[in-house]
């Protein structure tokens, strides 16, 4: 008779971490629907959130089962089918949140499904098992086509949505996992100038300065000339198409770059939110208003409260200490997923946890910076936190996956 084996977690560190987030997001959806307005739309979303958490308890037990070389197999499988639905919201989609304009969402019935999130996971099983075939680092960018590859077909899809916040989780997901399967910096470096030119070309002279500076680091470049013109080629033309890019944006996509600038151009309108924001977490001081007692909250004055400005809503109750508190727990997370990469023995194994990480680290940089004004407002949601089910339900499955990993391949 087969002996039964119990489910053995890899990290409990980790896996506390990320439930105890999960249970504090649902208790902040609960005030941020605490209002003293009537038919908001944050009103009851906590026990959507609460029924989402409790079915991906019981799913995380299953996937706590599957050995790891399923999981590479199931790469290619995952990868395609979160490329089907990325085309599928093109067709089908629609917008939600501070991105109602995009079509991020395909909706069935009352359930509404985020491809974008589910195909950030697969984009980082799928980048991990390509990086995971190298046996040394890449000596050009030539190199680098297949993982570019892997990971610009979705991120393509999800531009043309538009999406800017997720585009930028892809692009993070490829950096980290380049930097630990040993790419140099420098080249790192060399594959993102196009896009480091683009928006330093607002300014002529810093982009004339900049395009100096490369050309003076190509000079002393060990690479093929073809790949130093090319990078040159790539960086001048960035800058040449700034200007006319930024001419076929849409009306609000220009107002949202603008009121991050200067928020107070139109207070009542693409800036009202960033302002809002900005009030409610000043106000909050040390120790916060208290928790179900925030006025901006309660009066409804903050956007999408529960989504993607949940982050506003704690620190106008909790304060700076709660604030720092959830950035410890993030930071605390980080350090784990880190450490689980470094132990894990197959390189597989060991690039999961550092692609996840990307895609988590993108969120909680740009979700916070938002709220306080160091980023464009690009409605992209707090992992764990924010009000939204099936991107809680993917980010802990993509958990217990690093837990199989830890448990499987770190000993």
Same mark, same amino acid.
């Given at each position: 008779?087969?002996?039964?084996?119990? #489910?053995?977690?890899?990290?409990?560190? $980790?896996?506390?971490?990320? *439930?105890?987030?999960?249970?504090?997001?649902? !208790?902040?959806?609960? @005030? !941020?629907?605490?209002?003293?307005?009537?038919?908001?739309?944050? +009103?009851?979303?906590?026990?959507?959130?609460?029924?989402? /958490?409790?079915? %991906?308890?019981? *799913?995380?037990?299953?996937?706590?089962?599957?050995?790891?070389?399923?999981? +590479?197999?199931?790469?290619?499988?995952?990868?395609?089918?979160?490329?089907?639905?990325?085309?599928? !919201?093109?067709?089908?989609?629609?917008? =939600?949140?501070?991105?109602?304009?995009?079509?991020?969402? #395909?909706?069935?019935?009352? &359930?509404?499904?985020?491809?974008?999130?589910?195909?950030?996971?697969?984009?980082?099983?799928?980048?991990?098992?390509?990086?995971?075939?190298?046996?040394?680092?890449?000596?050009? $960018?030539?190199?680098?086509?297949?993982? #570019?590859?892997?990971?610009?077909?979705?991120?393509?899809?999800?531009?043309?949505?538009?999406?800017? =916040?997720?585009?930028?989780?892809f692009a993070s997901i490829l950096i980290w996992c380049l930097y630990w399967a040993g790419t140099p910096l420098t080249t790192i470096f060399f594959l993102v100038s196009p896009l480091l030119s683009l928006f330093i070309s607002i300014n002529p002279w810093v982009w004339g300065v900049y395009i100096v500076l490369l050309l003076v680091l190509l000079f002393y470049r060990n690479a093929f000339l073809s790949e130093k013109v090319s990078i040159f080629m790539a960086n001048a033309v960035a800058g040449a198409v700034a200007l006319p890019l930024w001419n076929v944006l849409k009306p609000y996509q220009k107002a949202r770059f603008m009121v991050f600038l200067d928020p107070s151009i139109d207070p009542r309108g693409s800036g009202y939110n960033l302002i809002q924001s900005r009030v409610a977490i000043g106000s909050g001081g040390l120790w916060g208003k208290g928790y179900l007692d925030?006025?901006?909250?309660?009066? %409804?004055?903050?956007?999408?409260?529960?989504?993607?400005?949940?982050? @506003?809503?704690?620190?106008?109750?909790?304060?700076?200490?709660?604030?720092? %508190? &959830?950035? &410890?727990?993030?930071? $605390?997370?980080?350090?784990?997923?880190?450490?689980?990469?470094?132990? @894990?023995?197959?390189? /597989? !194994?060991?690039?999961?946890? #550092?692609?996840?990480?990307?895609?988590?680290?993108?969120? &909680?940089l740009i979700n916070v910076g938002m709220t306080v004004g160091v980023m464009p407002v690009t409605g992209i949601p707090l992992p764990f936190i924010s009000y939204g089910g099936s991107f809680l339900l993917v980010n802990l499955l993509a958990m217990a996956v690093v837990e199989r990993i830890s448990a499987e391949k770190g000993r």
């Open positions: 008779m087969k002996r039964y084996r119990p #489910i053995r977690m890899g990290d409990p560190v $980790l896996f506390w971490l990320v *439930v105890a987030l999960a249970v504090f997001g649902i !208790a902040m959806i609960y @005030s !941020a629907g605490n209002v003293d307005v009537p038919g908001t739309r944050a +009103e009851g979303t906590w026990r959507q959130q609460l029924l989402w /958490f409790s079915l %991906a308890l019981l *799913v995380v037990p299953l996937i706590l089962r599957v050995p790891v070389g399923w999981l +590479e197999w199931g790469a290619q499988p995952a990868y395609a089918l979160g490329l089907v639905l990325l085309m599928a !919201a093109l067709v089908f989609g629609s917008g =939600g949140g501070t991105a109602a304009s995009t079509k991020s969402w #395909i909706r069935i019935g009352p &359930v509404g499904l985020q491809p974008s999130e589910m195909a950030k996971i697969a984009t980082a099983l799928m980048l991990a098992r390509v990086l995971g075939e190298w046996r040394e680092p890449p000596k050009t $960018l030539w190199a680098l086509w297949k993982p #570019i590859g892997v990971v610009a077909l979705p991120m393509a899809l999800v531009m043309l949505q538009p999406d800017l =916040g997720s585009a930028l989780a925030g006025p901006q909250k309660r009066l %409804a004055f903050l956007p999408e409260q529960h989504t993607d400005f949940i982050f @506003s809503v704690i620190g106008e109750e909790l304060g700076f200490i709660g604030v720092m %508190a &959830v950035l &410890v727990c993030f930071g $605390l997370i980080f350090w784990r997923l880190i450490r689980i990469a470094e132990r @894990s023995r197959d390189p /597989f !194994a060991s690039l999961v946890p #550092i692609g996840i990480l990307g895609s988590w680290f993108t969120h &909680v």
